[in-house]
Each structure stands twice: as C-alpha cells, then as structure tokens.
C-alpha cells in the first residue's frame, strides 16, 4: 500500500459496543510487514476491545478485517491464528499445572510413530525456541511456580511458536524487569526483520520511542491521533490519549531528610524464588517517616521477597527489623497490620481483590473488625468509611456497591490503596503500584503517595519502572541477589544509573 | 445514547435483582406448581392445609439445618461431606448417653453438641492449618464419625423409651416429635426457623461474615488484608459441625431412636439445598436466605410428588433435573 510496503491486515471502519456503550467506534487501522505498531491510550479507550476484535475472539462487531487484502469474518481465536494473527493476552492464559514446555505444545504436542507424547522433542523444540528468543528458562519447570514476569515470557514463546505473522502484545512487558525489557525487544526486533507485523500497546513512553514505527492513538473508542513513533514526543502522546495538556506527572513532596526513624532494617536474609550461588548477606536499609524510599533491582533481586517477608507474609527470615524504635517479627500480615504496615500485592487479581465483591467490602476489609461493635458491624458506618475514603483517592465509579471489577484498573488500585490507608497505617509498602495502569490514574496515585509521605507515613516502593523510581522516590535502593548493592538519591541520579547498579554484573535470570 | 444507557442500566438492574432472588422465585414457581397439582379431598387442596405445609417444613428442618452450616463452609470455598455422618453420630450419642448412661437432658444436649463442634473443629485445623483440602477431610470425617457412631451404639440403633427410672430419657425430648402452638407447628420446624434466622442475622452484619465472603471472594487477598483466615476457616468448620449435631439431636427425638445408619446420604441433599439455593460452589457469593429457600423448594418438590404417589424412582429423577436446571440457570447470572 502506501510506501510500498504490503499491508498484513488491516481493520475498516471496526465497530463496536457492550450494551448502549460503544467500546470502538469506525476505527481504521492497519499493520504492515516488518513494522511495530503501537497502539496507545487510557484504560477503557478501546484498545483491548480493537484487539479482541482483531484476534476473533469478539465476533459481533461491524467493519471489516483483511488479511493480505483480502476480506474475512473470523468466528474464533483459532480462525485468527490460523490466519497468522496471535494474541499475547494480559492475563495469561497458561495453565499452571504443567510445564513451560507443555504450555508451549499445548494441543498440538508431538508425538512419537506410537501416537504416544514425544516428551523429548517437546523438550528440545522448547529449549530450541527459549535460546531464539533468548529466554533462560528450564522448560520442565511449572507455569504455576515462575514469577509473573517469567510466564509473561513463556506466553510470548508460546506465541512465536505459532509462526504468527502477526503478534498483538498487549502490555509485554507490564511485569518484566529492565533488563528482561532489553531482551524482548531483542526478539521484537528479529521478528520485524523476518518480516512480522507487532502490535503493541503499551503504557510507557519510552518503551515506544525505542521500538515502535508508527502509533495510534486512541480515546473513547476513536482514533484520535497517528504519529511517526520515532520522533513523537511524551508529551504529544500524552496530551492525545488524554485530549488536554498534561499536568506534571510527579508531584514532588517536602523531601522529610529529617523526619524520625520509622523502619531500620539490618542484614535481613530473604528466602528467595531462586537463590545465588553464594549465601547472601542480606539487605539492610532504613526509611524515614515523610519519605518515599524506591527498591530497584531485576527480577530475581529480591524486591518483592523483601517487601513480602517486612509484612510477615514470606518465609522464614534472618535479620532484623527496627519498627518505630523496637524489634519486630511480625507472625503474618494480621499483625504487620496491627503493627502500622501495610502491604499492596504487585498482582491486585491475584492477590489484591476479590474481583466481584463490592467496592464497599474491598475498602473496608481491613478495618471491619475495628468498625464493628462487638462483632457486630454497622451498615451506615461500614459504607460511610468506605464512601469518604473513596472520594479522598478520587476513585471513578458509579457506587461504592458496584463490583470491583467494573472499575478501570487504576481504580482498582486505588480500591486497594485506600483499604490500605483506612488503617491509618506509618509505613506503606507498595510492590508495582502503577502496573497496568494507564497515565493519568498513574500521576493521581504519584500524587496521594506524595500526600501520604507528607502526611508523615513512610513509603517503600518497588518498582521496575526506573521512571517511576527516580520519578517519585527521596532515595532507591539497589538490590541485586538477595543484596543491598548501591544507595541513590535521585536529586543527583538518573535512569542510567539506576539500571547500571541493578545490572552490575551479569546476573543470571 | 443517555436514555438507551439508562434503560440498559435499569434493565441490568431488574436482571440482577431476579438472580440475587432467583431461589425465592424459584420457591415460588415450585409452590405455585404445587397447588396446580395438588389432589383435593372434600374441596379442599391436601397440599394447602396448614397440616401439610408445616409437615414440609418440619421434613426438611434437619437437611436445613444441616444445610445453614454447609452454607457457611461453602462461602469460604470448603465442603463438608461429613455432616450426613456427624447427624448419625450425635443421634446415636443422644440415645446412649439419655439411655445408656442416664444423663439429664441437659449435659446430654451440651457433650452431643460439643462433639459436633468439637468434630467440626478439628476438621478445620486439618484443613486451615494442615493445607489439606476440605473435600478429603471430610471425606475421611465422614468415615471416621460413622465409624465412632458404630462404636459408641455397639453396631445397632438404640431405641429411646421416655420416662423417669434409669434407662428411661426425660419425657422432655420427647417434645422433639411434638407440635406445639395448638399443636400446630411442629418443633423441628421451630427449632430450623431459629437457626436460619440467626444465621441470616449473623451473616449479615457480623464483621465475622465479612471475613467468610472475603475469604471465599479471594483468599490470598483476604490474608494480605488481615483477614485472619485459618481461625476464620476454622470457626466455620466448628459451625457445621455443630449445626449438624443439632440436626441429629432432633433426628434422635423425632424418631425415637439413634441409630449409626442415620443421615445416610444427607450430605449430598444439603449440599443440593445450598446449591438450589444461588450459593456458588466457588465461594464467595451466596446466602442463607438463598439456602433456607433452597431447601423449601426441594420440601415442597418432594411433598407434592408423594402427595400425588409418584413412584420413589420417577421422584429422584425429577429431583435430579430440578437440581441441575437451578444450577445451570445460576450460570446466566451476569457477573
């Protein structure tokens, strides 16, 4: 088509609606061979449903889809993928039970001249693909038992094993650590010049001005903007998902180098997924009430143990812990909680929510006991903490009866910050906050992590979001292996040093 | 686009309601049907006499009562195969302690009660605290209780013969096969109609409950909420345990009787009474309201299929559908 280049697939004129609501509205759009589109805008303004739509797994739209030109109706995912296109869902959709390598081959597993399973090529295909793409994996190892940035990389194998000529990534790398993000896209870049299709939504800026060709922007279901993606700045594509000016997205806070001591940690041994070679000699740090402290580190580095095993909710621990002037062993998240800690989960489906209960008993779950009056619990009093601290976190939803699950992913975080802050909590320690969510419930929960800082409460955020760490945070911490490996402030440090200090040396994945 | 949104909005809303009701309407469909199909005598329709429809409720107040419990322990995403056992076991213990070894009613009523809780107890802390899962617990407390029940009665049912010397029961448990109000309403049906009320009151506004739902909704959730979710499980273990108990008290008083056969297969009927009655078997979403219907629509079934003489067999066909579509019409419910 225009440059010459052969268009994949294109989409024409894409209708769509839930009910009265128009989720996509006559969106035109098309992938060409060898490129990477990226496909940018808020949750809820259509992406997810374009891409439903694109991979046959929603069938009643209007429009038309071409393949190499040609018009078709798919009637299922498995009519996409037959026809090239591949979806890498944002919840994974393996199976826990079984083994990297049997997730891969699920449903068309090789099979031996006895028609029984061939476990060995199975095994030397997987271990074939995983060095293609560069993933370290043992494929004998179960889906359920690998973190979620290591299924999100089986999930991508999976789909590249499909010969797909067209590859929707729908937030890759939401769970990936930095460096893992360096070898994705190592892959991405192969498949483009093997001439595959990609593409891409994503939430983080810098992520498409290093891989995306061209992008589109889209808000409430329309296509409101196209860029060439190499010389598109933040700002542009911000202000087009957005449809005005963006405020500064990190509200900067009273930095608190004098607040009291809340929390000292001394050489803590963290039980971790996979330990090193050589026995750790822990983590030690401290944070100050009104500050913000960041953890950086890959995945492996021992971020989410630490936060884990501070809560109670991790293994057994060595070490010890200082919490506001004495010793503390919390025996489980109950206690942590009774102590003034809070914990946000870094998977809220998983962990954080249930997904359709209430807004109401989401909020208010930690704090029922101490609403109750003896046991008993008070309708008017139980929907009253949960209506205010919803409207204090700005919380976008229609009834605080609603299920969660009606909510933008934003929201929902917000659901979780705000169980958490009715304990009135001192230390909040958050794992990936703003994953999955889109830019400006990002900057409004920048801005109440600032307020609690300011408010006098302690704040130690993991995250694999460099931007976010030196964004928000007073100081990060490096971990690496189970370690404290570097300190920064980042009034002096920047992006590149953070990720030059969780590397360090090659640390194997 | 606003009024369609509105219409859509409220159309959603009516929907919701009938499914959050669905066991109620469903009650109704099944009492209505009733009568359309109940035989008369004199004029007068046999399933509608006060007669017959407190007898519907006092059959069903032992698999109710059973069934309350069970409601508990499904909330949280448990089951508890064990309770049909546990009925067998508490009416044996009635009979031998009131007969055998001339206990008052009350300390007999209090150790049965205590072994049922006891029993329910110790289930959940093999559960909560052991990670087993619930089905093979119970599983393996149902064989254990029918084999204490075995024990306890030395293999055969132990008749209750009521008066004042030894090896006599207080004429008071008697009363449990008794009508009172003008011998009106039955006192199982009483006892069951309690029992669900502070259930319903208890799951409604107790911080307890919220924990139940929680747990049921999502548990690692719940735990990193504070939720203390292993005492939680096992309070609701404790919970079934005793309900069931009760139950098999009022089986041992209706029936003259203990015997370590008894209950046979209730398990699977509450289980259907909760099931009927909207509680999903994931957890998480359901009430008592719902089960306590749940088991009145499987009452009513049952009464008018006897009412008309159905044969025994065609009846537990019939039942089986009635199972199957409630469920399967709970899967349309919109999430």
Known sequence: MDNGVASLVGLVRISKSYGGVRACREVDLTVRAGEVHALLGENGAGKSTLMRVLSGDLTDYTGTITVGDRPVRFHGPADAQRAGIAMIHQELDLVPGL?????????????????????????????TLLRRTGIDLDPRRQVGELRTGEQQLVSIAKALSLDAKVLIMDEPTSALSSAEVDRMFTVIAELRRAGAGIVYISHRMDEIGRIADRATVLRNGCVVAEFDARDMTADQAAEAMIGRPVRAMFTTHETADTGEQLLEVRD?????????????????????????????????????????????????????????????????????????????PEDRRISGLALDHSVLANTVLSVVDRIARLGVVSRRREAGAATRIVRDLSVKLASVRDPVSALSGGNQQKVVLGRMLLTEPDLLLLDEPTRGVDVGAKAEIYHLLGQAAQRGMGVLLASSELAELVGVCDRVIVLRGGRDVAELRTEQAGEADLLAASMGEVVPL | MTTDFVAETRRASVRSMVFRFQSLFGLVAVFVAAIVFSPSRDGELLFLTSDNLFNVVRAVS???????????????????????????????????????????????????????????????????????????????????????????????GVAIAYGEGPGEAPIAFSLLGERTFNGLVPIPALIFVVVAVLAVLFLRGTAFSRHVYAIGGNEKAARLSGVPVTRVKIVVFGICGLLAALAGIIHAGQLNQGSPNDGLGYELDAIAAVVVGGTSLAGGRGSVVGTVAGALLLGVLNNILALNSVDTNVQLLIKGLVIVVAAGLQRLRPS
């Open chain 1, 99 to 127: 083994s990297v390598a049997e997730n891969i081959f699920l449903g068309r597993e090789p099979r031996t001249r006895l028609r029984t399973l061939d476990r060995r090529a199975m095994l030397r295909e997987t271990r």
């Open chain 1, 268 to 344: 803590l041994v963290v039980p971790r997924s996979r330990p090193g070679r050589r026995d750790p000699a822990g983590i030690s740090l401290t944070v100050r009430r009104g500050e913000i402290v960041g953890l950086a580190g890959l995945l492996g580095s021992g971020r989410t143990e630490l936060l884990e095993t501070l809560f109670g909710a991790g293994g057994r621990r060595r070490g010890s812990v200082i919490f506001k002037g004495r010793p503390v062993r919390p025996r489980g998240p109950r206690s942590a909680i009774r102590l003034g800690m809070v914990y946000m």
């Open chain 2, 62 to 156: 032992e698999i109710g009562i059973i069934a309350v419990g069970m409601t508990f322990v499904i909330l949280i995403g448990g089951i508890d195969l064990s309770v049909g056992a546990m009925l067998g076991l508490a009416a044996v213990g009635s009979a031998v302690l009131l007969v055998e070894n001339d206990f008052g009613l009350v300390p007999a009523v209090l150790v049965v009660l205590a072994v049922g809780l006891g029993f329910g107890l110790l289930q959940g802390v093999a559960s909560a605290v052991f990670g087993i899962q619930a089905f093979i617990v119970t599983l393996a407390g149902l064989q254990i209780a029918r084999g204490l029940a075995r024990i306890w009665s030395g293999g055969q």
